[in-house]
């Protein structure tokens, strides 16, 4: 592997942690500097009748009492040794309560993402295929409409139509594959959206290139064109919207998952920040930091792979370190007097 490679995946690894980092020093500080006392949200709202010094101890025994760099310096040496804190509230580590969320939302998110796709792309291709006006314009109007649509909203009349009128698919379960259809539907709209705009754009484009223009004239039909030529290039700049998605996808999981009562990290995000409960909210933050700079990095490593424009950059930044070398160094000469001129003349 060339030095060009090793400098690419290095820069991307380290504007990864960097990213998480900064997400997780911004939360911290804003998440402190919130008008409340941590003590008392420890306590909850019936300790009423607790002494100062009980107060005091309390603060010392968790670390409270320190300048809040020095909290922070802490929570970032415990953080760098896989220690994400305890939650008061929820007597448990932030670790084993933010896996467990974790492990739900995952499928949730896979499963919706899939939809997305499904519809996103479909609506692209279909709305580029199309050769009627009228039906090329009502395609490129839904992406605009499902955004519109409040993800809350959206859930209910799902669970009116297919849970409580046709029963299909049960409205609140978290038990069987039949219990995340409908979740991951409301959750994969305003992802869907996503998609298509950004896929119709790069399709349309492609769909005017040099090449699209030369199978039109060797007599391929129209949907060879897309298909064949168009759809495989416009594919490669979806994956910039990659980490885009994956954020919308877990936003959305607090709304999805509360309006169809599902455990998951979207209900533990929701009711941490109902409780001030600081130290998985943190602990959220940083999975969904690392998340998204996790993905992006994958992303960042795999444009080399599919895009033979980027291996080509890459090779020549490398060609071009081992080719160029620095110009010699002058050899200098101490001019004496006796030396005749002749030695110094060009």
Known sequence: MSSAVFRYVGARIAQAILVTWIAYTVAFFLLYALPSDPVSLILGPDAVDVSVEERAALAAQYGLDLPLFQQYLNALGDLVRGDLGYSIQMSAPVGAVLAE???????????????????????????????????????????????????????????QI?????????????????????PALTLALPTSAMIAQVFTRTL???????????????????????????????????????????????????????????????????????????????????????????????????????????????STRSTLKRTVSPAPALQTRKYKANDSLSEYSV
Request: hydrophobic share 55%.
């Open 101 to 159: 969320a974790l492990s739900s939302t995952v499928g949730l998110a896979l499963l919706g993402l899939l939809f997305a796709l499904v519809f996103g792309i479909g609506i692209a291709l279909l709305a580029t295929l199309s050769v009627s006006p009228l039906l090329r314009q009502i395609l490129l109007g839904l992406p605009s409409l499902a955004v519109s649509i409040p993800a809350f909203w959206f859930g209910l009349v799902l669970i």
């Open 162 to 182: 297919f849970s409580f009128r046709l029963n299909l698919f049960p409205a609140f379960s978290s038990d069987g594959v039949e219990s995340m259809i409908l």
């Open 204 to 314: 349309n484009s492609a769909f005017h290139e040099a090449y699209a223009d030369t199978a039109f004239a060797k007599g391929a039909p129209r949907r060879v064109v897309v298909l064949r030529h168009a759809a495989r290039n416009a594919l490669l700049p979806m994956l910039t919207i990659t980490g885009l998605v994956v954020g919308q996808l877990l936003s959305g999981t607090v709304v999805t998952e509360t309006v169809f009562s599902r455990p998951g990290l979207g209900r533990v995000i929701a009711s941490a920040v109902s409780t001030q409960d600081i130290a998985v909210v943190l602990g959220a933050v940083l999975i969904g930091a690392a998340l998204y700079s996790g993905t992006n990095l994958v992303v960042d490593l795999l444009y080399p792979v599919l895009d033979p424009r980027q291996r080509q950059r890459l």
